[in-house]
């Protein structure tokens, strides 16, 4: 077996990412359901989950941070395709890298601002409303997320017209 490049340890280590966030938010559309089902029963019973509204705000967060990696991987976004129809190999070429590099600013910049936010909540404790459990995490996995995203977008960039990773497993 031979050792990975440094480019291939680099693209590993990013799908190694992705599928681990994908996992969490997989499990965090799981946990959603399931409180919201259990909510749904106990209330029948006079028993509704304490928190719910807390864990499906958490827990919705979590799942929908955790699936841009993937989605943007697997190119399973939307794209405009009316318009890029219309235009020639050239012109697609340089509006899809031009799109990419803006998506990369941007899943930056988020990325930054989530960090900031997630300090801020961590400062002032803040907390959710029933359950009181510590908020500052939340932005900080979706720093992590975007962060990733920004990741896939530069090897999208790098490699153009390759997929990354395959949508089937």
């Known amino acids: 077996m ?30 959603l359901v399931g409180v919201t089902v259990a ?5 029948q019973f006079g028993l509704p989950v304490k928190g719910a ?3 499906v705000r958490v827990l919705g967060a979590v799942a929908i941070a955790c699936a841009l990696p993937l989605t943007k991987a697997v190119k399973g ?23 990419r590099l803006v998506l990369l600013v941007l ?5 930054v601002q989530f960090v900031r936010q997630g300090l801020l909540f961590r400062d002032s404790g803040e907390v959710t409303t029933t359950l009181h459990m510590p908020m500052f995490w939340v932005p900080w996995l979706m720093a ?3 962060a990733v995203t920004a990741g896939v977008t530069l090897w999208h960039v790098l490699h153009p017209g390759r997929s990354m990773m395959s949508s089937r497993r």
């Open 144 to 146: 992590l997320a975007c």
């Open 107 to 111: 899943f930056g910049l988020l990325a």
């Open 2 to 31: 031979r050792p990975l490049s440094g480019t291939s340890a680099r693209t590993g280590i990013l799908r190694t990412l992705i599928r681990a966030m994908s996992v969490v938010g997989s499990l965090a559309v799981v946990g």
């Open 53 to 55: 509204y807390d864990l």
């Open 77 to 99: 976004h939307i794209a405009i395709e009316y318009f890029f129809q219309k235009m020639d190999r050239r012109g697609r070429a340089v509006v899809d890298t031009l799109m």
């Open 39 to 43: 909510d749904v029963i106990g209330r």
